[in-house]
């Protein structure tokens, strides 16, 4: 009788085991997933961010800023890596930025406002169980517009600032990509107002994928 009791006690202890391995093998796989991925072959970037619905209803020039940076809480997505990492990564994919905007261009006024150059680029937006969307999709504005993306570098006043600023809506000397849509000066001087689209994105807090797409 003893002997079976031992066995018993054997086996629990064993079952017990393994239950924390698969545990621990769960936890791993869901913690392990890469915020930035880099596809060479398809010539496009995914960053892994999060909605901040502060902006659904509050007027906002940034559509991805990293989460640790001084703007993290500016925009409507809080990127999960950093704006130094972006700029290599598209450097990496081959594209050349335009570092052609000063902190000085951006006291100008609107009407003699630079515009960002650099690559062009293309952004898209998926989560989970849905399709993937066009950015211009999830941005609510004053004005109808085309996006032009580009990717304006400025990794020198990244560094300098680190305010986290990976995607801006309108011309930027900070931004590693900005849309040269719009020149400096147009949401300091409230030329146009922009905002996340409640309508299109998910609440508050999803994740999502942004899709950074070299342009053909």
């Not at 450097?91 to 335009?98: E, F, T």
């Not at 011309?171 to 719009?182: E, K, L």
């Not at 030329?191 to 994928?209: A, R």
Request: charged letters at 25%.
């Amino acid at each position: 009788m003893k002997k079976i009791m031992i066995l018993i006690a054997l086996t629990a202890v064993t079952l017990v085991g393994l239950s924390g391995c698969s545990s621990k093998k769960a936890a791993t796989s869901q913690s392990d997933q890469p915020v930035l991925k880099v596809n060479k072959e398809k010539k496009e970037i995914t960053l892994a961010a999060t909605v901040n619905g502060t902006y659904f209803t509050e007027p906002t020039r940034h559509l991805v800023v990293f989460k640790e940076g001084s703007n993290g809480e500016k925009a409507i997505l809080r990127g999960l890596t950093s704006e130094k990492k972006l700029y290599q990564a598209l450097k990496d994919l081959g594209a050349k930025p335009g570092n052609n905007l000063t902190a000085a261009d951006m006291k100008a006024d609107y009407k003699d406002g630079k515009k960002v150059a650099g690559a062009k680029v293309d952004i898209f937006l998926k989560w989970k169980d849905h399709a993937e969307v066009p950015a211009k999709d999830v941005i609510k504005s004053d004005k109808d517009y085309t996006p032009d993306f580009r990717f304006g570098g400025n990794l020198a006043s990244a560094k300098k600032n680190n305010t986290g600023c990976e995607i801006c809506l309108d011309s930027c000397a900070t931004g590693i990509i900005s849309d040269a849509a719009w020149p400096v000066g147009t949401t300091q001087q409230k030329i146009n107002q922009f905002y996340g689209n409640q309508k299109v994105l998910p609440k508050d807090g999803t994740k999502v994928s942004v899709i950074i797409r070299l342009a053909q």
